[in-house]
DNA sequence: AGTTTATGTCAGCCTTGTTGACTTTCCAAG
DNA sequence: CTTGGAAAGTCAACAAGGCTGACATAAACT
């Protein structure tokens, strides 16, 4: 605690890296702050419909995997199921999702969108990935791997794998 | 909607980059799953004191400029007066915040972090700050600079003069 | 057949966001 | 010196989306 300005001199051989105190603290709040900004277009968009970001994020990962359990989609949220549940039960009766039992394991339910889900999809993830294409571009091309590198870090590394795998189906 | 693959080629005269609908999705879900492992370890901590996020934050931007008013408070949140006041409230009953009617003009609070409230300040902050150093370090010198700048990017531009410069105190 | 496990549902509670109505305190302009 | 408006705070009601606990059903394993 005595010296809060410690130096670090990364390994790689390629520069000097200063992680003072204030350096993370400025990390901490640009994540703040652009989460914010990352979730702002979709949250306007979901406020026409009455849905919440619940919502989004179980559309956003059915659309990715479709046809997946309501567990391996709990895995990947990190809620409880309950919670899942209510989002779940409001999207199927508004006839954005698809619930299938399954065929192998009668216990399980199969996920889908709808068309009318899948249209709402789109609205939502075209407008997050304008503004991640408007700010990879304005960044640069060498700042969007790090960009990504960092936040690989960050994860939880339970995490991670949901992440590089596209997440699968029904096996 | 016909070229879902369209390739950019940027302007920088440096390299291709190729923003795919899926290269732009994988940036999507890292931006969740990091921000997920962001928060984990200040949630841990407050839920043995039994507070949240909101307070979190109030004490995150209380410490950085100290005598700050609630309305610049909540202009950096972007919550209600009513939201914040709650939060507020209760840390002042706690005795972690310390609300000091102004000098200049009486019907402003300037907010101060009291011991007690400083020291739960280092334990969250030092949670989140080795977070971020060992997400640093793993991802190198050069990563760190582009998850800078994408984020800084990616915020709604009213909020990158909160993230640049330091933050007022009572002026 | 009976127990255990996996999965999904229902009910109720808490935090934290919202809006609306209202009061108090104060500054500053007419 | 009065009045208009900004800043701060309060109360009430409500919604979203977390949580736990209790429970139902299907499948799997003795």
Redesign the pocket.
């Known amino acids: 605690m005595a010296d809060r300005n410690a130096a670090n001199l990364m390994g790689r051989g390629e520069s000097l890296l200063f992680l003072t105190d204030d350096q993370l603290r400025r990390g901490i709040e640009a994540m703040f702050f652009a989460y914010r900004g990352f979730t702002a277009d979709p949250d306007r968009i979901?406020q026409d419909y009455?849905?919440?970001?619940?919502?989004h994020?179980a559309i956003h990962f059915i659309n990715r995997a479709p046809g997946t359990?309501?567990?391996n989609l709990?895995s990947i949220?990190?809620?409880?199921?309950?919670?899942?549940?209510?989002?779940?039960?409001t999207l199927v009766e508004d006839g954005l999702v698809d619930?299938r039992v399954?065929t192998r394991?009668?216990?399980?339910?199969h996920l889908f969108l709808t068309p009318k889900g899948a249209a709402l999809e789109r609205d939502l993830s075209e407008a997050q990935r304008n503004r991640m294409r408007d700010a990879y571009r304005a960044a640069g091309p060498e700042a969007v791997a790090g960009f990504r590198a960092v936040l690989e870090q960050m994860m939880d590394p339970d995490m991670r794998r949901h992440y590089v795998d596209g997440g699968d189906g029904q096996r």
């Open positions: 979901l009455g849905y919440g970001r619940a919502h994020r359990t309501v567990n709990l949220l990190g809620v409880t199921k309950q919670s899942l549940n209510r989002v779940l039960r619930s399954g394991d009668k216990r399980e339910r």
